[in-house]
């Protein structure tokens, strides 16, 4: 290569990334019951009203407002009670002046009534006002008087049609995670099927000679791999499928084979390792024979996670990522999870952060971004956040953390007692 880790920030490497890459969102039709936590690939539109009719919001009485009017305890309104409207069917009568009919919960308001007495304020008085008065529901109906405690206003206690979403209206916009209330939503308006994103499918190469699957017990100067299936979680969690490889040794025609069988399977190849400050950087030679324009951006100004490698070949993102366990996952959070994001035709993920009191100095780190892994301590009324150091290739210190405090490019670190900004692991 005629550059080789030549440094470049992580907005600067994210705009040449982007410079190259268009992604193609791929729409499939999904039943709305199995689409929780899919991205939606179209607009959803509302077919009709919702409701389609007026409904009770209480149990009690249907009436006309104006009937109620001045009506107090010492001052009852009277109303014939002359049908009940069941649960389940439309009220087939109107109802007239000084008339109620006894409703349920969701139950179809009828015809001329336009409020909804609550049946805490009233009481059955007796026999009925009008001596001729008749079911408009049902003969085997016995009418009663209705005492009204409570004077109401038009509407009072209704959902009017349309009143949730109305036809045409947007329901859920493209681009957007289907949550448990989403699906509850669509189907009330009759949507059983939806248009998404095909998630895509991340190949996922890990590469070392040193390199052992974890169900073996690794040899001295081995180590288990440990990076595809927290990759394959962190896939997961952004919304793609993980494919996982066998462990590629460090050898160029295997790891070109490998990189090679992931690029033809997936929509985005992640490869791990092989991507150092030496001699025997096989990856960039790998990636740089699956097409062009090919290696975009080899160094990123961050701690942990330097030996960096974004790369589109064929319009395909593909990344090297480094080895050690912690860089490998602070620049897939970068840089991965945003293009799956994109692949989805989704928003970045919400990031969820604290303030809290630094515990203790964090130094800087000379020309990069330092990603420091923090534990979140609750003391008293205020929040601390600990810092976790340790090796890039500990694996422990993203178990006993929380999540991390940048150290932004070029400062003079962070002085034990300051305010930072955690931004919190994904749960």
């Given at each position: 290569m005629t550059e080789f880790l030549k440094l470049r920030t992580a907005e600067e490497a994210w705009e040449i990334f982007r410079a190259s890459f268009a992604p193609a969102i791929v729409a499939e039709s999904c039943p709305v019951i199995d689409a929780l936590d899919r991205v939606l690939a179209q607009d959803a539109t509302a077919p009709h009203d919702l409701p389609t009719f007026v409904r009770s919001t209480v149990d009690g009485y249907a009436v006309q407002a104006a009937d109620t009017h001045g009506a107090s305890a010492g001052l009852p309104a009277y109303l014939d009670v002359v049908a009940e409207v069941p649960m389940?069917?439309?009220?087939?009568?109107?109802?007239?002046?000084?008339?109620?009919?006894?409703?349920?919960?969701?139950?179809?308001?009828?015809?001329?009534?336009?409020?909804?007495?609550?049946?805490?304020?009233?009481?059955?008085?007796?026999?009925?006002?009008?001596?001729?008065?008749?079911?408009?529901?049902?003969?085997?109906?016995?009418?009663?008087?209705?005492?009204?405690?409570?004077?109401?206003?038009?509407g009072e206690n209704c959902i009017q049609i349309g009143e949730d979403v109305r036809a045409g209206e947007l329901v859920l916009p493209a681009g957007h995670t289907l949550r448990p209330q989403d699906i509850g939503g669509l189907l009330a308006v009759g949507i059983t099927e939806v248009a998404v994103a095909r998630r895509p499918r991340v190949g996922i190469v890990s590469q070392g000679d040193e390199v052992v699957p974890p169900d073996e017990e690794p040899a001295p100067g081995q180590v288990r791999d440990i990076n595809s299936y927290t990759l394959a979680g962190f896939v997961r969690r952004a919304g793609g499928i993980p494919l996982t490889y066998p462990i590629a040794p460090d050898q160029q025609e295997a790891l070109d084979a490998a990189v090679k069988a992931a690029f033809d399977d997936a929509d985005l190849v992640v490869i791990t390792a092989g991507s150092s400050v030496s001699y025997r950087d096989l990856t960039a030679n790998a990636i740089n024979k699956l097409g062009l324009p090919g290696v975009l951006v080899h160094g990123v100004a961050i701690r942990p996670g330097k030996p960096t490698i974004l790369a589109v070949c064929q319009d395909k993102p593909v990344f090297g990522l480094p080895g050690n366990p912690v860089s490998c996952i602070n620049i897939f959070q970068h840089f991965v999870t945003p293009t799956i994001r994109l692949l989805l035709g989704a928003p970045a993920a919400p990031i969820c952060t604290v303030q809290a009191r630094l515990d203790r100095n964090i130094p800087a780190a000379s020309g990069r971004a330092d990603f420091v892994r923090v534990r979140v301590e609750q003391r008293g009324s205020e929040t601390w956040a600990v810092p976790v150091f340790g090796k890039s290739n500990l694996i422990y210190t993203l178990i006993r953390s929380d999540g991390v405090v940048e150290v932004p490019l070029n400062s003079n670190g962070i002085p034990a007692g300051s305010t930072v900004t955690v931004t919190l692991d994904a749960r």
């Open positions: 389940g069917a439309r009220a087939t009568f109107v109802l007239a002046p000084g008339q109620a009919a006894l409703m349920h919960t969701g139950g179809n308001v009828p015809e001329g009534a336009d409020a909804v007495v609550m049946l805490e304020y009233t009481h059955r008085a007796g026999e009925p006002l009008s001596a001729d008065s008749q079911t408009p529901q049902d003969s085997a109906w016995e009418p009663f008087a209705l005492e009204v405690y409570r004077p109401l206003a038009g």
